[in-house]
């Protein structure tokens, strides 16, 4: 393979990319910056980005290039000498996809020389949800910027299926003005039907492609990311890359959980202590959230209160019967967690922000167990329209 195929590669792709539709991040990110780094899990549309903004940008020229490191190419060819040869011939911006897989695990080094050795040109990678600040990154971070990029929230969605606008909302002018607020939405669209599919299918953009095969695809992203990513990144053995799938396979069919370490240990034949820390690993790699106390650090040392997956759509793929409460609590912290501080409470289900206390669920939940609670709500489900501190549950993913 020649080093024009990357070139034909890239100018094909781009070509291709669709940007009648662009993520929340896409705005936010300050593309003029000399390195920037886009970190996620597989399958949230950290390539499209890239490549959409290569379009619009670099719609005729060769300055721009994108690759993803798990191409063939470089299995007997450096990064840093694609980097010396795209600079040498006119190019201004590198676009580095899948960084976590190149075959010489010192991509954080050659990307640093890089941005030392050639001033004048942008580079922007991208990578697993698993990459941290660590050692083998610490010379990027006084020169990387690094964004963080979730799944589709319900808003995305319903703006992806309908084509319409929907508002971006703070979570304090979600609270004060919901009921006029859903009101101007429900007339515009059925929006229940549509939260019931997102729940089952719309986090991950992919399931406008994959149709009925959705599950069977987020499936593939759990295995890819346990026996790629985590191995690749943490360095871990490939028995603990089993013990991993199986702890999240287990976890999947009993979430919520509150954490037995002892009792998971001996199913997986593994210490209490492993055990939390595979379960941090899954929070990582965006399998997992993890619930702490409000009273706990979120050190290592710490056991979460309680345990979901990180997304429903995770639910429905790895269980045939997934709870709706289940289902419910699952889609409130993954949409809060984006921008918010989602910790478990003894009263009611959740605290966010050290402030607000919300209980999650049906229509006929009642205020009983956050009565004469300051800054306490409801996430009701189910509804179209709340009324003073019934709050549709769906609204929930209008954050982001």
């Known amino acids: 393979m020649e080093i024009q195929d990357l070139y034909t590669s890239s100018a094909r792709l781009a070509k291709s990319a669709d940007t009648n539709f662009k993520r929340y991040l896409y705005d936010a990110i300050d593309w003029n910056v000399r390195m920037l780094c886009i970190r996620g899990a597989k399958g949230v549309g950290k390539t499209t980005m890239m490549l959409q903004y290569i379009k619009e940008h670099f719609p005729k020229s060769s300055t721009a290039l994108y690759v993803s490191l798990d191409d063939l190419w470089f299995t007997n060819n450096r990064l840093i ?68 990029i979730q799944g589709l929230s319900f808003r995305e969605f319903v703006m992806l299926e309908k084509k319409i606008e929907l508002p971006l909302l703070t979570l304090p002018c979600l609270l004060e003005e919901h009921e006029s607020i859903a009101n101007d939405i429900t007339s515009e669209v059925k929006i229940l039907p549509l939260f019931n599919d997102y729940l089952v299918h719309g986090y991950y953009p992919f399931y406008k492609e994959t149709g009925r095969s959705y599950a069977k695809a987020v499936q593939q992203v759990v295995s890819n990311i346990i026996d790629n990513d985590l191995p690749s990144i943490k360095n871990i ?104 501080e989602v910790a478990y409470t003894d009263k009611g289900d959740f605290k966010i922000d050290g402030t607000y206390i919300f209980e999650v669920g049906g229509k006929n939940k009642t205020f009983k167990q956050i009565k004469d609670i300051p800054n306490s709500f409801l996430a009701i489900d189910d509804c179209e329209t709340g009324f003073v501190n019934r709050i549709p549950l769906w609204m929930f993913g209008l954050l982001y």
């Not at 676009?95 to 020389?113: A, C, G, M």
């Not at 993890?290 to 040392?301: I, V």
């Open 237 to 340: 053995e490939h028995i603990t890359a089993v013990k991993l799938k199986r702890l999240f396979v287990v976890l999947s069919q009993i979430v919520p959980f509150t954490l037995n370490l002892t009792s998971l240990g001996q199913q997986l034949e593994t210490s209490r202590q492993s055990v939390l820390k595979m379960c941090m690993q899954l929070q990582e790699a965006a399998l997992l959230n993890l619930l702490f106390s409000e009273k706990t650090s979120l050190s290592q040392l710490s056991k979460p209160e309680k345990l979901y997956l990180e997304n429903s759509n995770l639910l429905y793929a790895m269980s045939s019967r997934a709870e709706i409460g289940t289902v419910r609590e699952t889609f409130f912290v993954n949409q809060l967690n984006e921008s918010h």
């Open 81 to 148: 000498d694609l980097v010396e040869y795209h600079y040498n011939h006119g190019g201004t911006h590198l676009f580095i996809d899948e960084v976590h897989r190149y075959p010489f695990q010192s991509w954080s080094t050659e990307l640093k020389n890089a941005y030392d050795k050639y001033p004048s040109l942008h580079i922007v990678f991208s990578g697993s949800s698993l990459l941290q600040l660590n050692q083998s990154t610490a010379d990027l971070s006084r020169r990387c910027i690094f964004y963080d």
